[in-house]
């Protein structure tokens, strides 16, 4: 079992930065590959990136290509996802995905708001 807590959210106006961290419980973190995904009001739930067990690769949507990066902690249990050069857009709900197949978990989600 392992339970995910996203922070680091808040209002930002655009072109800031923020940083969502998202630590994991459980002594098996570093065998899950991690991800971020973001749902805004009245829209599906969406890929945002994600990183493979060993932080060898990592994978972003087209929206966010050049402006976030993901990272991981295996040590400390932490997944980062630091955001650059926000826009109104990126407004949602973030949330930290740990999956290793079949067995999926999802944080809470930590809320984004960029302001133009």
């Known amino acids: 079992q392992v339970q995910l807590v996203e922070s680091g959210g808040g209002l930002v106006q655009a072109g800031g930065s923020l940083r969502l961290s998202c630590a994991a419980s459980g002594r098996t973190f570093s065998t899950y590959t991690l991800g971020w995904f973001r749902q805004a009001p009245g829209k599906e739930r969406e890929f945002v990136a994600t990183?493979?067990?060993?932080?060898?690769?990592?994978g972003y949507a087209d929206a966010v290509k050049g402006r976030f990066t993901i990272s991981r902690d295996n040590a400390k249990n932490l997944v980062y996802l630091q955001m650059n050069s926000l826009k109104p857009e990126d407004t949602a709900v973030y949330y930290c995905?740990?999956?290793?197949?079949?067995?999926?978990?999802w944080g809470q989600g930590t809320q984004v708001t960029v302001s133009s």
């Open positions: 990183i493979s067990r060993s932080s060898g690769d990592t």
């Open positions: 995905r740990a999956v290793s197949w079949p067995t999926v978990y």
